[in-house]
């Protein structure tokens, strides 16, 4: 039998973590700007009305960020993806573009990791390691791409033995017809599926 939301998201157990959510990727001048269009359509409201629940309610949040060396050196070349994403797009150490996006209202509470390679923020990274220390069991995942990055991240985290719960109104890919498919029909078999309001709800003091 299945925990209800509120047991599931407890805050004691429970991160939200933020995938992608910087200049480079959502942000005005983003490099796809399809996808940072998307995102600011849907995921990045709900993101900045669930984040300052998580917070109030003494859930842990940590914010995953893409960057690479100028010259590409350590970072992955063996998929047309990264070609795309090394085009006119600065994610070097420091700049605008691996800044996380004002909606997220970073606070000092929070962590922030980088990582220089992959398509997701788990593998090979210190996401695994700093959840485990923080006595997580339960990861709400949030931001960018349901094509790509959110659902390495669900299979990356079912796989390492975590709950994982997405709320859809958090998370954006493209087309919207094809994320709310891959939603419907893959993640929703590896994770529960919810909305920013029920998580929400679910940490307000009973």
Known sequence: ???????????????????????????????????????RRVALPGIARLLPAARAAGTAVVHC?????????????????FAV??????????????????????Q??????HRWHGIGPMGGTDLDAVLRNLGVRTIVAVGVSVNVAITNLVMDAVNA????????????????????????????????????DDLIDAWRPR
């Open 161 to 196: 033995a975590y709950h994982v719960v997405v709320p859809r109104d958090a998370v954006a890919g493209i087309p919207t017809a094809y994320a709310d498919a891959v939603i419907d029909n893959t993640l929703s078999l590896l994770a529960t599926i919810t909305t920013t």
């Open 65 to 81: 960020v893409v960057q690479r060396r100028q010259d590409g050196r350590g970072a992955n070349h063996n998929a047309r993806l």
């Open 108 to 113: 000092p509470s929070d962590l922030v990791l």
């Open 1 to 39: 039998m299945r925990p209800d939301l509120a047991e599931l998201v407890a805050p004691a157990h429970t991160a939200v973590v933020t995938q992608e959510c910087q200049g480079a990727i959502v942000g005005p001048n983003a490099g796809l700007g399809v996808l940072a269009a998307e995102a």
């Open 85 to 106: 994403g090394a085009t006119g797009v600065d994610i070097t150490p420091g700049s605008p573009g691996t800044e996380l996006v004002p909606e997220l209202d970073v």
